[in-house]
């Protein structure tokens, strides 16, 4: 690989050279955008601002509202970062998906499961994706998410 590690199913980079902007994104890290079209995220909402740069200066200057918001359920985060974590060659940690939900005891089979399949690798700590299961990362992922929560 010439040097460079796979940080991210889709991503490659000499280590410690990942993109921080998207590396922050799929380990779930809080961010601010600022300015038109720019995006937010505080943990528990996403928040947007209108694309339109004549639309957006002038909402500021009238006190509007110049941005959506979206909450997302604690059944949303937890199923966002079995997704996005997934990804990473941090993997899931197992403590801070626990602080969203606690997991259920169906996920924690079908964990086992994929584990003695060879797709994950468990630790105490988290779960990573073998270089088997980075072939399947999405139906791994789906298989892990909570429905009608």
């Not at 199913?9 to 410690?16: D, L, P, R, T, W």
């Not at 505080?42 to 957006?56: E, L, M, S, T």
């Not at 801070?96 to 086992?112: A, G, R, V």
Request: hydrophobic share 35%; net charge neutral; aromatic share 12%.
């Amino acid at each position: 690989t010439a040097g460079y590690e796979q940080y991210e199913i889709s991503n490659f980079a000499k280590e410690g050279q990942y993109a921080l902007h998207n590396t922050n994104y799929w380990r779930g890290v809080k961010y601010l955008g600022v300015g038109p079209s720019a995006h937010s995220f505080d943990g528990v909402k996403r928040r947007w601002n209108i694309a339109n740069n004549p639309q957006y200066v002038k909402k500021i200057q009238n006190e509007d509202c110049y941005f959506e918001t979206e909450s997302l359920s604690p059944a949303d985060r937890f199923n966002e970062y079995i997704m996005t974590g997934l990804r990473t060659k941090w993997g899931i940690d197992l403590k801070k998906l626990e602080e969203i939900i606690s997991i259920p005891k169906t996920i924690l089979d079908q964990m086992d499961d994929f584990e003695k399949k060879e797709l994950v690798k468990r630790t105490n700590k988290n779960i990573t994706l073998t270089s088997t299961g980075k072939l399947v990362a999405d139906q791994i992922a789906s298989e892990l998410f909570l429905v009608n929560q």
